[in-house]
């Protein structure tokens, strides 16, 4: 099994080379810690059509600081068995940090996105790639962006072949997400890269319609008149395929 994970692994670090590129450059960095909690559920109405949502609460040390919840409702079109289009819907309410009193800051999302399934080295793979319209509330402006996203996951099975349908048992998951701002970056962070998310996480497969991980993740927050930001994370996650 350790020969499939590793060419896998590879292809993960990869994708953080411009992640890498940015952080050699960097002379001040904040470090954070943070814990989420997340539920992702698909449900398939026909061979065409089903819906999809995730809903996450993040937070930091504890549940008051930095906290965000998030609700990302969608509709699937499946183009074929190993690819699907998307659109939907997201918002979030969030504090980072304010002074007491002031209103929170929200932000509104639509967004498109194209999945692709695949293998690499045996393992299977899911590319994903979203654009996001972003809508973003301030205390003193409104501000309009976009945004484009790239994630890629991949499941080992600890307990069977990858060769054989895996239904039940152990797994490991490894991801890597990267974040470009592709309009008004300049009302963001001024900077076309935005952001990286990697993750590695052990979770158990209840079905082939329940998984339950957890697992850490290193957040890269890049920035413009602050320091960059790493937030290392605690996550847990809940997926339905229904």
């Not at 080379?17 to 450059?25: H, K, M, Q, R, V």
Request: positive net charge; proline residues 4%.
């Amino acid at each position: 099994m350790i020969h499939f994970i590793f060419p896998f692994f590879k292809a993960s670090l990869l994708l953080c080379s411009c992640l890498l590129l940015t952080i050699s450059s960097v002379r001040a960095q904040e470090n954070l810690f943070g814990n989420w909690y997340a539920w992702f559920n698909n449900v398939k109405f026909n061979e065409k059509w089903g819906l999809n949502n995730d809903i996450q609460f993040r937070a930091g040390k504890n549940w008051k600081e930095n906290s965000m919840f998030l609700i990302r409702p969608g509709i699937n079109y499946y183009v074929s068995k190993t690819q699907t289009a998307s659109l939907g819907y997201a918002t979030t309410i969030l504090t980072n940090n304010l002074s007491e009193g002031q209103p929170r800051l929200t932000e509104h999302r639509i967004w498109e996105q194209y999945i692709i399934t695949g293998k690499i080295a045996s393992v299977p793979v899911q590319h994903r790639f979203r654009l996001e319209q972003r809508f973003l509330k301030r205390s003193n402006e409104d501000v309009f962006a976009q945004r484009v996203r790239y994630f890629i996951r991949g499941i080992v099975p600890l307990n069977t072949s990858l060769k054989k349908p895996f239904t039940v048992g152990p797994f490991m998951a490894i991801q890597n997400e990267l974040f470009f701002n592709i309009q008004n970056k300049d009302k963001l962070n001024g900077s076309l890269f935005d952001q990286n998310r990697a993750y590695l996480a052990l979770g158990y497969r209840f079905s082939p319609k329940y998984d339950l991980e957890l697992g850490y993740m290193n957040q890269f927050l890049k920035r413009n008149a602050t320091p960059n930001q790493f937030t290392h994370i605690a996550q847990v996650a809940f997926y339905t395929r229904l």
